[in-house]
């Protein structure tokens, strides 16, 4: 059974930071792309960002490049989004995806999600 749990949502100040963690389990954790996605009160999903299966390239949205950063650690089959400078519009759940191998920036294009981790940003 693929499982994926996100964590380490928070409360934080503008300005802040705050890493995310995506642990999997129930698949083979190298042949799967993770993506990240968030959801705004109010608004629709949102994609964020993006590695790869295999060679690890990343790819962030344009509103969070220079201030996220995603890695995976392949040993610990987890995936981190470290978030730096944050704002209050990166206000949401954020939520961990999989689908194979290769990143997408369409959310339908994951097979598998977990619960999403929430995150509030204070003005």
């Known amino acids: 059974e693929v499982q994926l749990q996100a964590s380490g949502g928070g409360l934080v100040q503008t300005g802040g930071s705050l890493r995310l963690s995506c642990v999997a389990s129930?698949?083979?954790?190298?042949?799967?792309?993770i993506g990240w996605f968030r959801r705004a009160p109010g608004k629709v999903r949102e994609w964020v960002s993006c590695?790869?299966?295999?060679?690890?390239?990343?790819y962030y949205g344009d509103s969070v490049k220079g201030r996220f950063a995603i890695s995976r650690d392949k040993v610990k089959n987890m995936v981190y989004l470290q978030i730096d400078n944050l704002k209050p519009e990166d206000t949401g759940v954020y939520y961990c995806?999989?689908?194979?191998?290769?990143?997408?920036?369409?959310?339908?294009?994951?097979?598998?999600w977990g619960q999403g981790t929430l995150v509030t940003v204070s003005s």
């Open positions: 995806a999989a689908r194979q191998r290769v990143c997408n920036s369409d959310w339908l294009q994951y097979s598998d």
């Open positions: 129930g698949f083979t954790f190298d042949d799967y792309a």
């Open positions: 590695i790869s299966a295999r060679d690890g390239t990343t």
